[in-house]
């Protein structure tokens, strides 16, 4: 609850995933389309793909099999369809991995250390923190991607704007959406990794050009 809180400082707030620029676009306008652009980013983009990085690396650990966990975290930083994309997920995940060394430190922690130098992608750094504390997959991955949809949310309410309900209407929508990518996630493999999201992707690479911006992507 603490690692994924929206008061956790891996900077969260600070990024909008692209939708920022689909706001401006007119792409999201109101609640109805703000819940049907991030359960596609859910079921079919962003958040699919995390959630599978994030069982992989979590199943990694807990075999302390440091191939794996290299192979996960080498491809979850190269998988980025685009530079702010990129910056978002390692900048939240190198900073969630020094949060928690600080003060929940782990022996997982030093093991992602010891095989990986380059940067952290967010769902590589939740899982092995996770594996390292013992907490079970099926437990972690849907408090995983909660946290994500909310911080979407919380984008789109200011954005937008919308009210706090209208947030927490489009939160509820979106459980069905985030329980089926965790279910589906826990069968997947690395293979099984891609998206058809395409509208988000590009939103995420306009928005680096946008001539002004309230977030970082």
Known sequence: MAWLSPSFPVGAFSYSSGIEWAVEAGDIRDAASLTDWLSLMMTAGAGTCDAVLFVQTHRAVGRGDKSALREVAELAAAFSPSKERHLETTAQGRAF?????????????????????????????????????????????????????????????????????????????????????????????????????????????????????????
């Open 97 to 217: 991995i020094e949060a928690t060394r600080a003060a929940w430190p782990c022996d997982a922690i030093e093991m992602l250390d010891d095989i990986w130098d380059g940067a952290i992608a967010y769902p590589v750094a939740a899982g092995t923190v996770c594996a390292g504390h013992g907490i079970a997959t099926e437990t972690a991955l849907p408090a995983f991607l909660h946290a994500v949809a909310a911080n979407w949310i919380s984008a789109g309410v200011r954005l937008i704007p919308l009210g706090q309900t209208d947030g927490q209407r489009v939160l509820a929508a979106m459980e069905e959406a985030i329980a089926r990518t965790a279910a589906r996630a826990l069968t997947a493999s690395l293979d099984d990794i891609g998206g058809a999201a395409l509208r988000a992707d590009l939103a995420s690479m306009k928005h680096e050009t946008q001539y002004t911006r309230l977030f970082r992507s």
